[in-house]
């Protein structure tokens, strides 16, 4: 049972332009969620990440928006550039827990 | 900087062997965790230290899989009898409080190969 979704495997923008990810989850107890970036060979690199109580968070080029009554956020780049391409998750946590549920990933594509 | 380590970064087990992985977690970190990526998969929680305690291990997938830190600063995946499902990379994550959820950071991962 898969908690958090992310339905698109790939996602290919050109430089200059917005990129628009998105993560679903079905758990209505998670209260933190984060994005990670991941590059071949790497690590999963942290991004940016949310609270529950907040429904917007802004870092340079990065926004995360969290709509919870439809249990879906989503990770704004504007604007793109080559550098972003790499794989981006969506995790999530519960109250109580430090342990992150992770989704299967998008890979970004930046291209010029 | 120091980041969190581990190694080896790639280990080829045949089948029915025990390998043992190894974690570095940025010095000072209290929390640090275990995770499995599957090919194509996002990572998922295997096992959680608050220090040298062992909080959570509820993703650990069998008893062949232990894990440790008896000081609370290196920590040891151990699969033993390995099969082919166990396949996959091994990320270690380490944060600097618990109890409250934080940025991670992670490892380079293990990529465990099993024949």
């Known amino acids: 049972d898969q908690q958090v979704k992310q339905n698109s495997p790939s996602l290919s923008v050109q430089e200059g332009r917005i990129s628009i990810l998105n993560c679903d989850y079905t758990?209505?107890?998670?209260?933190?969620f984060l994005w990670y970036k991941k590059y071949p060979a790497e690590g999963p690199t942290f991004l940016i990440s949310i609270s529950s109580i907040k429904d917007k968070n802004e870092d340079g080029r990065f926004t995360v928006f969290l709509n919870k009554s439809a249990k879906h956020l989503s990770l704004h780049i504007v604007p793109s550039q080559p550098g972003d391409s790499a794989v981006y998750f969506c995790a999530a946590s519960a109250p109580d827990t430090d342990k992150l549920i992770f989704g299967t990933g998008t890979r970004l594509q930046v291209f010029p | 900087g120091a980041g969190v380590s581990q190694s080896p970064r790639y280990k080829v087990a045949k089948r029915g062997q025990d390998v043992a992985l190894r974690c570095d977690p940025i010095s000072g970190h209290v929390s640090l965790f275990w995770y499995q990526q599957a090919l194509g998969q996002g990572p998922e929680f295997l096992t959680y230290f608050q220090n040298e305690a062992q909080l959570d291990k509820s993703g650990l997938p069998s008893d062949r899989f232990f894990a440790e830190r008896p000081e609370g600063s290196v920590s040891t995946l151990k699969i033993q009898r390995t099969q082919q499902e166990d396949s996959a990379v091994y990320l270690c994550?380490?944060?600097?409080?618990?109890?409250?959820?934080?940025?991670?950071?992670f490892g380079p991962g293990t990529r465990l190969t099993v024949t």
């Open positions: 758990n209505s107890m998670f209260d933190y």
């Open positions: 994550a380490s944060s600097l409080v618990a109890g409250v959820v934080s940025e991670q950071y």
